[in-house]
């Protein structure tokens, strides 16, 4: 299996290593992002690689930006990657797996959406008969469809650190007002029209992720990636059942062994055994297929 779990481009300055994304720096107008193979559990990155998972991200993405570029504009610059780096180590570090954006200022939120109740948002739910303080009917159960999706921001935290739900309210005082209702908004609309999708794919997008980012002119764009099993719960529409939590295309096969291995969830993670990375490689790989085709 082979797999990067690092980029090490000498055409460019690195400029950051996220959980996933190490960012190169162009010039003072672009932005080299390259998808890892690395994979992060409860904000811990791990030691071992998901074999082709950084392909399936530039993949997906590309997708979902192409698909949904009516609703709004996205970072992408349309500068193949292998054109900004100079050796042939480093575009075969590339192909495949990195874009070339406009440098934004990205907002200091994550846009979070939730359709169903699963995940911290139903132990909200269970203790207190809200979500992210938003007020729900009684008697919802576990993975039930929420009348109406919810817009639930949370902070952006740095490696190793926890994001934190915050309010719409307390949203408008980071974002402003009307950028707080313009983030909502964006959110909900590529939500809504990705789930729709995705439902005729056999998929439900139980939940997901956006980021955002300005320009100079304070136009907002989608940015980081969109749609993908990484920052969204995929669930196979033919296995939902209302009651329980229905298997999903994403990580959580890795995080449930990582529970099953009494991990204290504290750095460093152990070692995860090859076949749970091939098996997460697979989930990820089918949740394409089916939505792409590809």
Same mark, same amino acid.
């Given at each position: 299996m082979t797999?990067?779990?690092?980029?090490?481009?000498?055409?460019?300055?690195?400029?950051h290593r996220g959980k996933v994304r190490d960012i190169y720096g162009v010039d003072d107008q672009y932005l080299l992002i390259v998808q890892t193979d690395r994979l992060s559990a409860f904000d811990v990155i791990l030691p071992d690689p998901v074999p082709g998972k950084?392909?399936?991200?530039?993949?997906?993405?590309?997708?979902?930006?192409?698909?949904?570029g009516h609703v709004i504009s996205n970072h992408l610059s349309g500068i193949k990657p292998e054109?900004?780096?100079? @050796?042939?180590?480093?575009?075969?570090?590339? /192909? #495949?797996?990195?874009?070339?954006? !406009?440098?934004l200022k %990205? =907002?200091?939120?994550?846009?979070?959406?939730?359709?169903?109740?699963?995940?911290?948002?139903?132990?909200?739910?269970?203790?207190?008969? @809200?979500?992210?303080?938003?007020?729900?009917? /009684? #008697?919802?159960?576990?993975?039930? !469809?929420?009348?109406? %999706? =919810?817009?639930?921001?949370s902070?952006?935290?740095?490696?190793?650190?926890?994001?934190?739900?915050?309010?719409?309210?307390e949203a408008q005082k980071l974002?402003?007002?009307?950028?707080? /209702?313009?983030?909502?908004?964006?959110?909900?609309?590529?939500?809504?029209?990705?789930?729709e999708y995705a439902l005729t794919r056999g998929i439900i997008i139980a939940d997901t992720k956006f980021e955002f980012g300005v320009d100079g002119a304070g136009k907002m764009y989608l940015i980081d990636e969109a749609l993908t099993p990484d920052s969204s719960?995929?669930?196979?529409?033919?296995?939902?059942r209302v009651g329980c939590n229905p298997p999903s295309f994403d990580k959580q096969f890795v995080r449930d062994w990582l529970e099953a291995s009494g991990w204290n969830k504290q750095p460093p993670a152990p070692r995860v055994p090859l076949d749970v990375l091939q098996k997460t490689s697979d989930k990820y790989r089918e949740a394409m297929r089916r939505l792409t085709g590809a």
């Open positions: 797999a990067l779990h690092e980029s090490n481009l000498n055409s460019l300055p690195l400029l950084g392909e399936i991200l530039t993949s997906l993405s590309n997708f979902w930006f192409a698909k949904l054109d900004v780096v100079k @050796t042939e180590a480093d575009r075969a570090q590339v /192909a #495949g797996r990195a874009f070339v954006v !406009r440098r %990205p =907002l200091p939120v994550e846009a979070i959406v939730r359709g169903y109740l699963v995940g911290s948002g139903w132990k909200d739910y269970k203790k207190t008969g @809200t979500v992210c303080g938003i007020k729900l009917p /009684a #008697g919802l159960q576990e993975a039930q !469809r929420l009348p109406q %999706p =919810l817009f639930t921001p902070t952006k935290a740095a490696v190793g650190e926890h994001d934190e739900n915050i309010s719409f309210e974002l402003g007002e009307a950028r707080a /209702a313009e983030v909502r908004d964006a959110t909900l609309a590529l939500y809504t029209q990705a789930a719960r995929f669930w196979p529409a033919d296995e939902y």
